[in-house]
């Protein structure tokens, strides 16, 4: 290890380690509760983007009017708090990260700092990208999906000859005028049941997203290699659709996109591991330290112990 690597001078005793900690977590806490009251303020126009894409495929499925509702006198206001939170804690996150950073830091070597710091970064990155991708893709399908087993509009140009080349307004001049008969089925969709799909498919895209961030950071500790991730690639299918049939929706639209969109990251990460391996034994080699008949470092008295 040469002197570029020493650990930052740290004699600090446990006491004054608890109170940086307690320090930072007052910090982080701090900048979690001042986004969650911002986030409250502007709550109602976030709940209305949430709502977004099953407001378009309702009016896609022939509801000019679409309309959610709720059955309780609290519900709503608990609904605004629930996006808050996540909302506080999504908009806080780089603080809390930066005050973690800040209370690892010091314990770590210099080389360690600058292999975790992109890492810290890539995080949130990837997160924002999965949820951008359930938002943006996945929830508008999975709403037109479930969406279309009540669809008025099919089921009436089925049972009405003729309505099927009509435009809307006729055929909802004619639904209006159609023999009562039956039962009539149609969607009275709750706020907080919707908003809790759209954010189950956000945190479940959002977290598996994390996937290349997780295999790199273990292939630089050593526990994971390029070789053997490639070898378990048929194991990683199947854990990866038993994921993708935990955490969304039961639809099989939405855990086949789930599954390949994870399933190429899981490929990226063979990748990365595999570069940091060539840049690993190219160190080495300089160093004298490589191992050419065993494909590995060298044997030295100190890996030795």
Same mark, same amino acid.
């Given at each position: 290890?040469?002197?570029?690597?020493?650990?930052?001078?740290?004699?600090?005793?446990?006491?004054?380690?608890?109170?940086? %900690?307690?320090?930072?977590?007052? *910090?982080? /806490?701090?900048?979690? #509760?001042?986004?969650?009251?911002?986030?409250?303020? @502007?709550? =109602?126009?976030?709940?209305?983007?949430?709502?977004?894409?099953?407001?378009?495929?309702?009016?896609?499925?022939?509801?000019?009017?679409?309309?959610?509702q709720y059955t309780a006198p609290q519900e709503y206001f608990f609904v605004l708090v629930h996006i808050s939170v996540v909302a506080?804690?999504?908009?806080?996150?780089?603080?809390?990260?930066?005050?973690?950073?800040?209370?690892?830091?010091?314990?770590?070597?210099r080389s360690e700092k600058a292999a975790f710091?992109?890492?810290?970064?890539?995080?949130p990155v990837l997160f924002l990208t999965g949820a951008a991708f359930a938002h943006y893709v996945?929830?508008?399908?999975?709403?037109?999906?479930? %969406?279309?087993?009540?669809?008025? *509009?099919? /089921?009436?140009?089925? #049972?009405?000859?003729?309505?099927?080349?009509?435009? @809307?307004? =006729?055929?909802?001049?004619?639904?209006?005028a159609a023999p009562s008969e039956g039962i009539e089925i149609v969607f009275q969709g709750k706020v907080n049941e919707?908003?809790?799909?759209?954010?189950k498919l956000i945190?479940?895209?959002?977290?598996?997203?994390?996937?290349?961030?997780?295999?790199?950071?273990?292939?630089k500790a050593g526990l994971a290699t390029s070789a053997g991730l490639a070898n378990m690639r048929r194991y990683a299918i199947v854990v990866i659709l038993i994921v993708a049939a935990l955490v969304t929706p039961p639809d099989v639209m939405s855990q086949l996109i789930l599954f390949f969109a994870v399933y190429p990251l899981y490929e990226v990460s063979i990748f990365?591991?595999?570069?940091?391996?060539?840049?690993?034994?190219?160190?080495?080699?300089?160093?004298g330290l490589w191992d050419d008949e065993t494909d590995g470092p060298a044997e030295t008295p100190e890996n030795k112990a």
């Open positions: 290890m040469s002197a570029k690597d020493d650990i930052e001078d740290s004699s600090a005793p446990l006491v004054e380690h608890l109170a940086e %900690l307690r320090n930072r977590l007052i *910090y982080a /806490v701090s900048a979690f #509760l001042v986004a969650m009251i911002l986030c409250f303020v @502007v709550a =109602e126009p976030i709940l209305d983007f949430m709502l977004g894409p099953i407001e378009r495929a309702m009016r896609e499925l022939g509801n000019p009017n679409p309309v959610m506080g804690l999504m908009v806080s996150f780089p603080v809390i990260a930066y005050q973690l950073w800040r209370f690892v830091a010091p314990g770590l070597y710091l992109p890492f810290l970064i890539a995080s996945v929830t508008p399908i999975a709403m037109t999906f479930f %969406l279309g087993f009540a669809d008025t *509009y099919s /089921v009436v140009t089925a #049972l009405i000859p003729g309505l099927a080349d009509a435009p @809307v307004g =006729e055929v909802v001049e004619a639904t209006v919707t908003l809790d799909i759209s954010l945190l479940a895209f959002g977290l598996c997203f994390q996937l290349p961030v997780l295999l790199t950071l273990m292939g990365l591991i595999r570069r940091i391996e060539k840049r690993r034994e190219a160190e080495l080699r300089a160093e």
